[in-house]
T-cell receptor, first 113, second 113 residues
């Protein structure tokens, strides 16, 4: 898997947008960007993934730059329950064989009142 | 919603005991995975299964075995628990196809004394 770089920690005020950046400068053309989060002592939770286009679901939006070397996960209205470690992962797409998940150190997001 | 459940959230066992961790998914997923997560070491794949009765070793299979007798159920067995197997154990499942999104259970925190 391509390496990703994330800031170790970020703070966000409750109700504001949380923008979590991720660099993946060595990403290949068929590799997807995935985001998971892990709340303390719980299993990782899938958030969103994308290849080239921006994606949105009920949890978040994913903005991928045109050169695909970086992306941003946006939580539009952060709540206290969004406090977690957020992992950005790059993994291969169709026909790239088995892809185990490799979590880096992630970004610890703290949402405060 | 994908639902992956694990038999216990917390477990305390003695060295030498045989330990069974069970995982059940309700989404008819073909692939199932067992990981362990340790501070500073991230997520490590123990075993995975792509079909009933099929299993493949991951990166750290030593000291573990698995069983998949039914599609929805994937068991991890510690034949003789040791203190270095104290960890958070995470089960995940995905649709057929190695690029498919993996969904995790809540995790089992195992303490071996």
């Amino acid at each position: 898997d391509a390496k990703t770089t994330q800031p170790p920690s970020m703070d966000c005020a409750e109700g504001r947008a949380a923008n979590l950046p991720c660099n993946h400068s060595t990403i290949s053309g068929n590799e997807y960007v995935y985001w998971y989060r892990q709340i303390h002592s719980q299993g990782p939770q899938y958030i969103i993934h994308g290849l080239k286009n921006n994606e949105t679901n009920e949890m978040a939006s994913l903005i991928i730059t045109e050169d695909r070397k970086s992306s941003t996960l946006i939580l539009p209205h952060a709540t206290l329950r969004d406090t977690a470690v957020y992992y950005c992962i790059v993994r291969g797409g169709v026909n790239t064989g088995f892809q185990k998940l490799v979590f880096g150190t992630g970004t610890r997001l703290l949402v405060s009142p | 919603d994908v639902k992956v459940t694990q038999s216990s959230r917390y477990l305390v066992k003695r060295t030498g005991e045989k330990v069974f961790l069970e995982c059940v998914q309700d989404m008819d997923h073909e692939n199932m995975f067992w990981y362990r997560q340790d501070p500073g070491l991230g997520l490590r794949l123990i075993y995975f299964s792509y079909d009933v009765k099929m299993k493949e070793k991951g990166d750290i299979p030593e000291g573990y075995s698995v069983s998949r007798e039914k599609k929805e159920r994937f068991s991890l067995i510690l034949e003789s628990a040791s203190t270095n197997q104290t960890s958070m154990y995470l089960c995940a499942s995905s649709l057929k196809g190695w690029q498919e999104t993996q969904y995790f259970g809540p995790g089992t925190r195992l303490l071996v004394l």
